[in-house]
């Protein structure tokens, strides 16, 4: 089972990673501890492979670094849903693999709700039920299987739904 | 497969599904996936240590054209710290091995640089490492903002993965009234729209035969600060032509297509702008923050950026300054956009008008807009900017304030010491 980590509105990548703890910065093995240190100091320390994060509107606004979402990826975070993400950290998201649902939890499910989320079919089972999640389109679903657009990219030469 | 590779029948189509069916593999709508080619791709010096690190280590790749990819030294240039410089220095070094084009410190900035070398053209899809990539849509291309991974994949594959955006309609009717400009219609339609009134969207930018490249360039330029993906300034009668530009039929926006919002704005009945600490979209009338702020002593002026560097607006500049003096107290800095601005405003004497009224004259690049150089704020000082980010801390201190207004109005301020209109500046109007 994964753990449900709640966030608000416009939680942004200051908030994610504060800049000032970027890898250049606090280095490059550690700097994943430093997620959300400021909103949830205690994030970094007990999130385990594969929790789910839920936020709510407008989710990672702000910057286009791409630290923010690699701390997370570091971390090892199983998903991230939200009814809106941030157009630039939206697409980090997925080139670095982690799998993004633009879908509103945060009235279902309160902070540190036990669940599984299946990331191929977007099915989130939680205590009450299920939710099935908007599936990523088949050009993301393709590209996660490989990890991430990056990965697809490196290991195929294309894009995902190109032809080979 | 993705997306729908047969279209039996075809349905009109947005400026932005034009061009991304046109530079993919078949015709897409709002909503579909794309994977399409890129025509150029363009590198800031602040991003190209993360980039020249995705291309060599995480993908193991070169560019696949390196005629399509541009690398721009302009945030901070030239360098100010040991760092800075080593990070520039591996980019000219990154530059000379691969074969794709370096502009050095001077040139000026990224935007203004590939409009002058013709590197953004009608139909093309050009990508910035920077947010403001936007502005390419002046001239009808779909320019965007992306991440060092995202630049790296379409450097070495020529190509990116688009979501193709839904697109608000702006139409501009009738005709400025003197003194008003570019400016103010885009903080106009950035009050209107709001900071995330466009997210993930095109703005489609409906303006007849309205507005010169330049201008087009301000509106296209600050589309990115209600969200947008892209800012298409639909090409209007002989503007573009004038230019030089080719520009193919099938780039025009069909009759009938879906846009998810329209909005009109009566160009006519509009005031000068000005965006007040610490949203872009907290607009007001100028002559209701000189009310406001008429105590207010005005730290810093500053003329330049991506969005109002260009020499019509160092023009607009001078015309309010010429024969007078920036007031005692206040810093007027102007950076022009380019070295080509420069020049141009070297040989018609606009840098002398600019320079007997006190102005202090910087390299073309991005200067003090994201506060790491060249005119950082202290805390507590107040700035009158023509650039497009007024958020707390971008031009230095976190208690400075930025306010965003245009060039005329800019000047008029650095004479008078405060929040101004250039009606204000005596004797304006007469020749000095
Ligand atoms: S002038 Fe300012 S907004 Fe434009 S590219 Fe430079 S830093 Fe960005």
Known sequence: ?164 | MMGRMTNPTPRPQTMAEKILSRRGTHTVYAGDLAVVEVDQVMVVDSIAQSFIQRMQQDLGATPKYPERVSIVIDHVAPASTVSVAQAQKEAREYAAQTGVRLFDVGRGICHQVLMEEGLARPGWIVLGSDSHSTTYGAVAAFGSGMGATDIALAAASGKTWLKVPDSVKVTFAGDLRPGVTAKDVALEMIRRLGADGATYQSIEMHAGDRFTRGERMTLANLCVEAGAKAGLVVPGGEILTAYGYDIPEWVYPDEGATYVQSIEIDLGTLNPRMSAPSEVDNVFDVAQLREDLRDVHVDQVFIGTCTNGRIEDLHAAANVLRGRRVAPGTRLLVIPASSQVMEDAMADGTLLTLQRAGAVLGTPGCGPCMGRHQGVLAPGEVCVSTSNRNFIGRMGDKDARIYLASPAVAAATAVMGRVALPEDVPGQGEVA
């Open chain 1, 1 to 164: 089972m994964a753990r449900i980590w709640k966030f608000g509105d416009s939680v942004n990548t200051d908030d994610i990673l504060p800049g000032k703890f970027a890898p250049f910065m606090a280095g490059e093995d550690v700097f994943q501890t430093f997620a959300f240190h400021y909103i949830r100091p205690e994030f970094a320390a007990s999130v385990r492979p594969g929790d789910v994060l839920i936020g709510g509107r407008n989710w990672g606004l702000g910057s286009s670094r791409e630290y923010a979402p690699q701390a997370l990826k570091k971390l090892q975070v199983g998903g991230i849903v939200a009814p809106s993400f941030a157009r630039i950290h939206y697409r980090n998201l997925l080139n670095l693999g982690i799998p993004a649902f633009e879908f509103d939890l945060t009235g279902l499910l309160e902070d540190g709700a036990e669940v599984s989320l299946d990331v191929q079919t977007g099915v989130l089972t939680h205590a009450g039920g299920t939710v099935q999640l908007p599936p990523p389109p088949e050009f993301l679903r393709e590209a996660l299987a490989e990890g991430s657009i990056l990965a697809f990219f490196k290991k195929h030469g294309r894009f995902p739904g190109e032809p080979a």
